[in-house]
T-cell receptor
């Protein structure tokens, strides 16, 4: 069974700060990893995903994530956040060949102006 | 731009009533999903269909039943709602597995309040 853990329920930063949102997964096989963003009152929107190759993947709106097999992690980063980045961020994992996408518990990011 | 459409957006009903949520996607995807999101924002997959075939059926109460008329539509019926069914129900679609299959496109959600 694949699991994904987001240890920080809430992260608060100031506009212009850098931020890292953490994601750790537990699965021994081949998987896809991805990040989604959910603004209040809306559905989730895809940010980026990783399967193989360069461990640093670029996403929309300046987000990037880095895969680490040794740490079983896929942390999301942004160099300079904007107030509009305030949202809930979800890490997700999917076993290759499988249909089920499992989401972490989410991290609420609050960017203060 | 929204390409997964859910109706209704919001529904308030009493315990014991029946509720249906509709979902349509215009992306040509062959796989659709229903997720339940609780008040703590936790997402739990309920069902998944691939080309009208049920492929993921998580442990959910029997009062929940998915219905798919074609690969662009996936509805969710709840027979005799309970207070714990209060949540946001999110519909999503994707391509069938593979690298592209890991990108889910979500609707805006259908909020259910059971009183």
């Amino acid at each position: 069974t694949q699991t994904v853990s987001q240890s920080d329920a809430h992260v608060t930063v100031f506009e212009g700060d850098s931020v890292e949102l953490r994601c750790n997964y537990s699965y021994g096989g081949s998987i896809y990893l991805s990040w989604y963003i959910q603004h209040h009152g809306h559905g989730l929107q895809f940010l980026l995903k990783y399967y193989s190759g360069n461990p640093v993947v670029q996403g929309v709106n300046g987000f990037e994530a880095e895969f680490s097999k040794s740490d079983s992690s896929f942390h999301l980063r942004k160099a300079s956040v904007h107030w509009s980045d305030s949202a809930v961020y979800f890490c997700a994992v999917r076993r290759t060949g499988g249909y089920k996408v499992v989401f972490g518990s989410g991290t609420r990011l609050l960017v203060s102006p | 731009e929204t390409a997964v459409f859910q109706t209704p957006n919001y529904h308030v009903t009493q315990v014991g009533n029946e509720v249906s949520f509709n979902c349509k996607q215009t992306l040509g995807h062959d796989t659709m999903y229903w997720y339940k999101q609780d008040s703590k924002k936790l997402l739990k997959i309920m069902f998944s269909y691939n080309n009208k075939q049920l492929i993921v059926n998580e442990t959910v109460p029997r009062r929940f039943s998915p219905q798919s008329s074609d690969k662009a539509h996936l509805n969710l019926r709840i027979k005799s709602v309970e207070p714990e069914d209060s949540a946001v129900y999110l519909c999503a679609s994707s391509w069938d597995r593979g690298f592209s299959g890991n990108t889910l496109y979500f609707g805006e959600g259908s909020r259910l309040i059971v009183v």
